[in-house]
Nanobody, 118 residues
Framework: QVQLVESGGGLVQAGGSLRLSCVVS????????MGWFRQAPGKEREFVAR????????EYADSVKGRFTIARDVAKDTVYLQMTTLKPEDTAVYYC???????????WGQGTQVTVSS
């Protein structure tokens, strides 16, 4: 059974940086692309970034382009999201999943809270 465990969130001032991690246990060699998503209070979950598992190529939402970098460690089945120049509007719970979501599991992890103060 695939499990998604996100970590690395926290409270940071605007302009600061955070690095999120997502361990994907039970992936069993799948090549499905992985993505990061976020959900702010009162809003729907939205796409942030995705990465092709084998090639490592990435795409980003316009709102984070140039500030966030997604990466993966194939040997560790781990996906990362390096976030820099954080803004208050980046405040949300961040989740990882396949891209599109649900290809490996219908469940989401617990997410990791990112709070950016102005």
């Amino acid at each position: 059974q695939v499990q998604l465990v996100e970590s690395g969130g926290g409270l940071v001032q605007a302009g600061g940086s955070l690095r999120l991690s997502c361990v994907v246990s039970g992936r069993t060699g799948s090549s499905k692309p992985m993505g990061w998503f976020r959900q702010a209070p009162g809003k729907e979950r939205e796409f942030v970034a995705r990465i092709m598992w084998s090639a490592g190529s990435a795409e980003y939402a316009d709102s984070v382009k140039g500030r966030f970098t997604i990466a993966r460690d194939v040997a560790k089945d781990t996906v990362y999201l390096q976030m820099t120049t954080l803004k208050p509007e980046d405040t949300a719970v961040y989740y990882c999943n396949t891209y599109p979501p649900g290809a490996l599991t219908s469940n989401w992890g617990q997410g990791t809270q990112v709070t950016v103060s102005s």
